[in-house]
């Protein structure tokens, strides 16, 4: 738990830091750069109207005067740029000869050297040339530099401010995605250590949310596999213990002299290895049958003729426990299945239906099978007038061992096991079974097989 939280919340509130960083330093070039370019134009712009100005105070000093003597005080005495700047430019005068006969500053420079060439006008005759170049970069004046400076300036104390939030933001959120991330941790080695009880909580909606949920979910089905193992174990036990203690008892009668070793009791022990044969089988089968490894013959079946004979095979046992047996059978395309495995089921169910109808309340116990056509699917029923199950009894009668009347069922052989078995076969061939019942008005087991 603390190596996760020290890496993984570490890490994470890092990336979030490092990304804010990349993000405020690219966003301070950028800004410095048009800012800097903006602040240029409009010293280009205002310095340009400036020339401008000079240009036209030239031409009316050469109107006024006829020639250029004296022009150096013009030049001395003009302002180059916004806001009255002085030396944003070196200025040179010339005449129509291009000789020069006025300076500012540039002394070194030759003509050639100057960007701007500007003809001085007065009417429609050209008097001279104003040539003009920068003196400096933009914003090379002290305004101009306490301007960028303080741009700048501001840049980075919004870029430091940014970057703290990120920082705060970034150790909330790495925090509230490592916590439940450390609870999965811990809840997961105490799941590892039996603890299958173990529940994290879920406080959001969003993938941890989730997680959260699944691995709650994953818990209680662990927790429910193990006890349903236990039982299993203890249930498996129990219905074994019962034939052995039966065959151990009369044996050892029989050894003592108590009972005569007569075909009669001989008999009884065969009965009881023969239930003791059928339960060790049922849970074998059981066991294939969960596990996906039940070896199923599949071919092409008519549920109809199946069916029909299952029906036909338990009528004579039906009249002889005075139940009334009856069928509804349409006829439905072939399926492809183990016809073995589905007699099975149905056989299980029918005998299943048949023990409980004459313990309803009706007059007369009514077991009654239908077969008919769905969609995509063939729906088998068997529908009893018996006592009907509990909306817990439903939950739990496909549960290994699970009896409604534990002692009478046992007595008569029943293992507890058919009905589960009869889930995992029609479950093998991709089918579904399902009961509904309801308390004092029998219940209704109901196979759907993919046809």
């Known amino acids: 738990m603390s190596t996760l939280r020290t890496s993984l919340w570490s890490r994470l509130t890092i990336a979030f830091v490092f990304v804010a960083l990349i993000g405020v330093t690219l966003v301070a070039v950028l800004a410095n750069r048009a800012t800097s370019l903006g602040f240029q134009r409009y010293l280009q712009a205002g310095e340009i109207a400036s020339l401008g100005d000079l240009q036209a105070e030239l031409a009316t000093f050469y109107d006024l005067q006829g020639d250029w003597t004296g022009v150096n005080n013009i030049l001395r005495d003009s302002s180059i740029g916004p806001q009255g700047s002085v030396g944003g430019y070196f200025l040179r005068v010339l005449d129509t000869n291009d000789e020069v006969v006025g300076r500012r500053g540039g002394q070194s420079r030759s003509e050639e050297e100057f960007d701007m060439r500007l003809p001085i006008?007065?009417?429609?005759?050209?008097?001279?040339?104003?040539?003009?170049?920068?003196?400096?970069?933009?914003?090379?004046?002290?305004?101009?530099?306490?301007?960028?400076?303080?741009?700048?300036?501001?840049?980075?104390?919004?870029?430091l401010v940014a970057i703290l939030i990120a920082l705060f933001l970034g150790l909330i959120l790495a925090r509230r995605i490592t916590r439940p991330l450390s609870q999965l941790t811990e809840a997961?080695?105490?799941?590892?250590?039996?603890?299958?009880?173990?529940?994290?909580?879920?406080?959001?909606?969003?993938?941890?949310?989730?997680?959260?949920?699944?691995?709650?979910?994953?818990?209680?089905?662990l927790e429910l596999s193990e006890a349903q193992r236990r039982q299993l174990l203890a249930d498996t036990a129990h219905d074994l213990r019962t034939p052995i203690a039966v065959m151990q008892s009369h044996l050892e009668a029989m050894l003592d002299g108590v009972f005569p070793m007569t075909p009669e009791n001989l008999a009884a022990i065969h009965e009881e290895t023969l239930h003791l044969g059928r339960l060790v089988e049922d849970v074998r089968l059981l066991s294939l049958a969960e596990t996906g490894q039940l070896p199923l013959e599949k071919k092409p079946v008519d549920l109809l003729e199946l069916t029909g004979q299952v029906v036909s095979a338990f009528a004579p046992l039906a009249e002889s426990d005075g139940v009334l047996l009856e069928s509804d059978l349409q006829p439905v395309p072939f399926i492809t299945a183990d016809p073995a495995r589905l007699h099975q089921v149905l056989a299980n169910l029918i005998s299943n239906a048949m023990r409980f109808a004459p313990l309803g309340t009706?007059?007369?116990?009514?077991?009654?099978?239908?077969?008919?056509?769905?969609?995509?699917?063939?729906?088998?029923?068997?529908?009893?007038?018996g006592p009907g199950l509990t909306a817990e009894q439903q939950a739990r009668v496909f549960d290994r061992f699970w009896r409604s009347d534990r002692s009478r069922d046992r007595q008569g052989g029943n293992s507890g096991l058919g009905l589960a078995i009869s889930k995992s076969i029609v479950e093998a061939h991709g089918g579904q079974i399902s009961v509904t019942a309801t308390p004092g008005e029998g219940a209704t087991f109901t196979v759907s097989l993919p046809v």
């Open 188 to 221: 997961t080695h105490d799941l590892a250590a039996g603890d299958l009880g173990r529940q994290v909580p879920v406080n959001s909606e969003d993938e941890l949310g989730r997680l959260a949920s699944d691995f709650n979910q994953m818990a209680r089905a």
């Open 362 to 385: 009706g007059e007369t116990p009514t077991v009654i099978i239908t077969l008919q056509p769905g969609d995509g699917q063939a729906l088998i029923t068997i529908t009893d007038n």
């Open 121 to 159: 006008m007065v009417g429609d005759t050209q008097v001279g040339t104003l040539l003009a170049e920068p003196a400096g970069g933009a914003g090379s004046g002290h305004a101009g530099e306490q301007y960028l400076a303080s741009v700048n300036q501001a840049i980075l104390l919004s870029g």
